[in-house]
């Protein structure tokens, strides 16, 4: 019996802890040897096909893989020792993984994860006699040369640890069978008490093209299962220098905020990883791609690619496989790419705000919300030179009603479109953006004709003592609107203020001082003219009937009456006094209406 020249126990803590990420992946590790074998044999002799699993039984105390590969001879197998037996941990951990005895070496230290003892028995197909290794956890090994001649190629076998019993038995085998397996160009039969079970078949993702109609239709029954309902589309991606290809399905769903791109990646038909997040370029977070390739490194874990310029390459191609579907779908089906961008289109605003590679073909899609409806940014660029936006939506709610018909101005209230309305002269040169103020704008406004010039502003000063007791002034200007009675004005500072001062009626003690101290500091800095203003338009009928209203109550109430008509508009909340002021302003105007005299008005005051 001899010693290995590590400390075996340390090496498996080190692979379950820090290589690998679960006793899961032995049975990758065997599969991928056997298979290995295979392809080895074949170039030998040209024999060689069949992967046979027997799990764990009630009868049988071992799980053994056999496979009809190339075998081992004794100098392999004095080889292979070699390489398990490294003079150190760095050593196991740097083995080469392209050459088959490497890759041999760390597959079976990954059944040490799941096994106390690991037997080996194989003959090989350059001949020579068959031979035995049989190898413990505690570090010791024997090496035999077999009388009986094995058929060629090899078995491995395993008796289980206590705590992996589970892992050996059949329904977790033929589990991870099917997971690692699938798709390999191999048969893998799995023994069972029924009888055999084939594990592989053919990949809907490789094995055909779309133009093929029934391998279209399993492509995305595949899709359907991979992403849990029917994609938007699918998209054929591929790197022939790599040997790279696959399907790209289109999400008909927008993913999490927080979700990375995920590729369900292969290498040679051997599942890598579910959620491989470096195959595709960050920016295509609205597909779910499939992909296997034959000339990408794997880490040592063959869990993960290693970062090379191979890997960087294949990212580049399929992104830009990407971009061409996008490209051509709007050119070709243009009422699809906007089903899409409906979908997606949040995270696609996201993303072009930081990649300038997505910003220059997805931007034009976007849309925002103007003055004259929805529209796509490409359109708003290729017609208007001048792009006005609010960056609020309080303060597009305000300027919209007071913009001229010849402009256009746009909502960038809502999440990353003020951004977006920046970026446009970037990518668009002949295009300006600019800010909308809302006092700036309330200051374009024409004051009304100068023969009504006096009127005018009796009607302001006479309105602003009404509307004293709300803190909003009034203003009159001519707004070519006839039946726009009037807006309520406020910029971002006063919204702001009185957002405060409504949470204050309605909260603690200790969070409503908080609010009163938050607004001593704001009013420390403001001025003292600050307030909001109620803009009457003096194109309309209603306000200019105004000034001749001599009855001071019916003055009053339909004044009151058109500010909370203004808030409405505006879509700002009422608050407590603005409902009472309402209620009492349109009861008192009834009360006048029918004749009663000012001591009876219903809903006065009785003091």
Known sequence: MQQFQVDLRGVVDLLSRHIYSSPRVYLRELLQNARDAITARREVDGGGGVIRITPLSENS?????????????????????????????????????????????IGLLSCFMVADSIVIRSRSARGGASVEWTGNADGTFVVAELDEELPIGTSVHLVPRFDADDLLRGPAVRELAQTFAEFLPVRVVLDTPAGDVDVTRPAPFLDGAMSDAAWADAARGYGRDLIGAAPLDVIEIAEPGTGTRGLAYVLPYAPPPSARQATRMYLGRMLLSEHASDVLPDWAFFVRAVVDSTGLSPTASRESLVEDPALEHVREQLG???????????????????????VHEIGLKSLVRHDEELARFITRWLTVETTHGTMRLGDLAERYPLIRYAATVDEFRQVAGIARPGEVLVNGGYLYDAELIRMLPELYPEVAVEQVDVTGELDRLDPPPLDDRDSAVALEERASAVLAASGCAVVVRTIDRPDLTGLYVADPDVLRAMDRTRTKGITNSLWGGVLSRIDDQVGAGRDDDLAARLCLNWSNRVVRALVGVQDDAVFARTVQLLYIQSLLAGHHPLADADRTLMTTALADLVSLSAGLEADVFPFDDPR
């Open 61 to 105: 105390g071992e799980f053994v893989l056999r496979d009809d590969g190339v075998g081992l001879t004794a100098a392999e197998v004095a080889e292979l020792l070699a390489t398990v037996g490294r003079s150190s941990k760095r050593d196991i951990f740097d083995l080469p993984r392209s050459d088959f005895l490497g890759q041999f070496g």
């Open 320 to 342: 830009a496989g990407i971009r061409r579907w996008v490209l051509e779908l709007g050119l070709r089906e243009p009422h699809r790419l906007a089903q899409f961008v409906a």
